[in-house]
């Protein structure tokens, strides 16, 4: 995971600053939908979303995320102020691993860039919020159930996300969530490399709270 830092302050406030979070998804609408979603609900969190890199190919997406992590300092369209929090959201894909993945994840270390991944995509976290999973997945078993379920609005041919409709009138779907995915977690002795696995919810904690992990 990339560098923590110390919380930044306001001059002559002991008030901290809110973390700035930017986020590379790949090229599929669900992934946008969701964390758009998500920043909406909590509004005033600075979050920047982008669609970065080839679809499917992890590298290039952690390659481009680096890049504008480098420029966010000279952007005007960044503020002109560095992020604290640079993230990639990256599918492991199923049966097998992306064949770029682990060079992905070494240029990420290397650069400070943080990786959200599942296994074996990132609709499995969605699906998380409405069912336990258990059971090996291909991505398109959990599309399919996803939009089995017609609990958030998806469809496989379109990939639509009705954000709203998934976090339900409460907190209580993302917690059970949550638990799901640490469940997942926990049973695992290889890592991302288990199916089913994902981790995306500590990136959404992190937003959430609004702060940095210790």
């Known amino acids: 995971m990339g560098h923590r830092g110390k919380p930044l302050q306001r001059a002559g406030s002991s008030r901290s600053e809110q973390r700035r979070f ?58 002109r102020t560095p992020y604290d929090e640079v993230w990639c959201v990256v599918d492991v894909e199923a049966p097998r691993p992306h064949p770029s993945l682990d060079e992905a994840l070494k240029l990420a270390r290397q ?5 959200a991944l599942s296994n074996p995509c990132f609709e499995l976290w969605l699906l998380l919020h409405l069912k336990d999973v258990s059971a090996y997945q291909t991505s398109a078993s959990v599309q399919a159930a996803l939009e089995k379920s017609q609990d958030c609005g998806y469809t496989v041919q379109r990939k639509h996300l009705d954000y709203a409709k998934l976090r339900g009138s409460d907190a209580a779907r993302h917690a059970k969530a949550k638990e799901r995915a640490e469940k997942l977690r926990m049973a695992s002795e290889v890592g991302h490399r288990s199916n089913p696995w994902t981790d995306v919810d500590i990136l959404v904690e992190l937003l959430r709270e609004g702060r940095l992990r210790p």
């Open 111 to 115: 650069a400070g860039v943080n990786m």
């Open 22 to 79: 930017l986020i590379y998804c790949e090229g599929e609408c669900t992934e946008d939908q969701y964390f758009k979603g998500l920043r909406q609900e909590l509004k005033s969190l600075p979050v920047m979303i982008c669609l970065g890199g080839d679809h499917g190919e992890p590298k290039s997406l952690v390659r481009s995320a680096i890049k504008h992590k480098e420029r966010a300092a000279q952007s005007a369209a960044d503020r």
